[in-house]
């Protein structure tokens, strides 16, 4: 195709006019501004949907994190070592106490203290 | 204070009241629908006819003004330039073609005929070369269709296509060149 023959039809092209008039203008404004007026509802709506998840989940996370935190000398034994709760009930020493107790014999000369 | 502003659509240059002109700028941008009214039935059909330029239909004309319209309400704020606008507009109604395009792409994929979309020559004698002119930019990607057709059926500029399309200078004289090329090709005998 020659470039001439593109131009006639280029020409052909920009002649062509849309049926756009008044009315069909006028529908168009109006439903715009109807659709923007309802997204901005929609948005509306989400935004605080999200505030009040948010606000949600940040009070069910405070109300998580008080009930874990110790407040009574019950809740303190919770807290204290493993170790300690084993020894305190008769249990096997823990290596620790057996590295404390290895310790006060030899600075004891390994001679006991009676 | 008058300032000469220039009407693409007509290809002459216009003189508009600029404190007018921006006062109904500003009472949209804060939210007046009677001046967005105003500004619309100033730009609606320029904008309209580029659409239909660019889709070569009549079909979804409607959908893609209201769309670009709906846009510009919300993002009116962030243009301060009233002298901009009507080109922010075909920057905007650009991005909503190119979305239904890509769209019609996607139908066409799974099995609807495009077809179904080419154009309609007002007169029947140039109704033939038109079709065929559309059927082959409907055979070209969104990319390479838009800048073409808004250079060389729309006579838009090489830098007014380019922020049309929002890409630089060079991307869209390539763009341009690439669409020439297959188009030639597909209209050749």
Redesign the interface.
């Known amino acids: ?1 020659s470039a001439r ?2 131009d ?3 020409e ?9 008039d008044a009315e ?2 006028n ?3 109006a ?3 109807t ?2 007026a309802s ?1 901005g509802r929609r948005n509306t709506i989400l935004r605080r949907g999200v505030a009040v998840g948010a606000g949600a989940m940040l009070l069910a996370f405070a109300v998580h994190a008080l009930a874990l935190t110790p407040s009574s000398s019950a809740s303190a034994s919770q807290w204290s070592a493993p170790g300690a709760q084993q020894s305190a009930s008769g249990g096997d020493p823990t290596p620790c106490q057996k590295d404390c107790e290895l310790a006060t014999r030899q600075t004891d000369g390994g001679y006991g203290t009676d | 204070m008058v300032a000469i502003a220039r009407n693409p659509a007509a290809g002459v240059f216009e003189a508009v009241h600029a404190t007018g002109a921006n006062e109904l700028f500003d009472r949209a941008r804060a939210g007046d ?1 009677a001046a ?2 105003e500004l ?2 100033m730009h ?2 320029y904008i ?2 580029v659409v ?2 660019l889709l ?1 239909n ?1 079909g979804d ?2 959908d893609v ?2 769309e670009t ?2 846009d510009a ?2 993002g009116l704020s962030t243009l301060h330039d009233p002298s901009a606008l009507r080109a922010w507009l075909v920057t905007v109604a650009v991005r909503r073609t190119r979305r239904l395009l890509a769209r019609r792409r996607r139908r066409a994929f799974f099995g609807s005929l495009l077809r179904d979309h080419s ?1 309609t ?3 029947p004698r ?1 109704r033939q ?2 079709d ?3 059927d082959a930019l409907d055979r070209l990607p969104e990319d390479l269709r838009i800048p073409w057709a808004l250079h ?4 838009l500029s090489l830098p007014e296509a380019a922020e049309a399309c929002e890409v630089s200078l060079a991307t869209i004289k390539r763009r341009i060149a690439e669409a020439e090329e297959r ?2 090709k597909r ?3």
């Open positions: 195709m023959d593109l006639t039809i280029l052909s092209a920009r002649a062509r006019t849309s049926s756009w069909r203008s529908r168009v404004l439903s715009a501004i659709r923007r997204i | 629908n967005f009214g619309y039935a609606s059909r309209a006819g239909y330029r070569g009549d004309l409607d003004v209201q319209f709906i309400l919300s154009a020559a007002s007169d140039d070369p038109v065929e002119l559309y060389r059926i729309e006579h188009i030639q209209l050749s005998p």
